[in-house]
């Protein structure tokens, strides 16, 4: 992870993404905080989030198991929480889809629009980082930048 406001990226290597290749996540101050926080829970060792077997970070299906422990079984899947996401960010947000779509790691599989869309919109994925951040944690409506903030006493479209 890389240094400071501008650089708080979270860098995933191509070999581990589906797609193989490599995808950055710009991080909220908030997502960097729970890193620093997560990182004293286990000092000793090199992963943040270790998994029960010394020296491998956390099964795959350790989300999982923890929406089964919570009783949400069947009510709420780890892929859910991407789905949810994208809802968010096309209903709430109000984000373009390329922006929304570079956030997931989505290929574009239209060959002619991936040679010319070369960008990755770290720009705009960190103020949406940010602006998802804040939904999550205040709960507020809309909060994305380029949106006038809802408030109790606006009323809601139909």
Known sequence: MHRGRRAALW??????????????VPLAPRALAILREARTTYPESELVFPGTK????LSDITLTKALR????????????FRSSFKDW????????????????????????RAAYLRTRFLD???????????????????????????????????
């Open 11 to 24: 860098t995933v290597p191509a070999e581990r993404m589906k797609a193989r290749v490599e995808h950055t």
């Open 124 to 158: 705009e994925r960190r103020q949406l980082m940010q602006d998802w951040t804040n939904y999550l944690t205040t709960g507020r409506r809309l909060v994305a930048s380029t949106q006038p903030a809802l408030t109790s006493a606006t009323p809601a479209a139909n």
């Open 54 to 57: 010394l020296g491998l970070p």
């Open 89 to 112: 960010c096309a209903e709430v947000a109000k984000v373009r889809d390329e922006v929304s779509e570079a956030a997931l790691a989505h290929k574009i599989l239209d060959k002619v």
């Open 69 to 80: 422990d919570a009783g949400l079984d069947g009510k709420a899947t780890a892929h859910g």
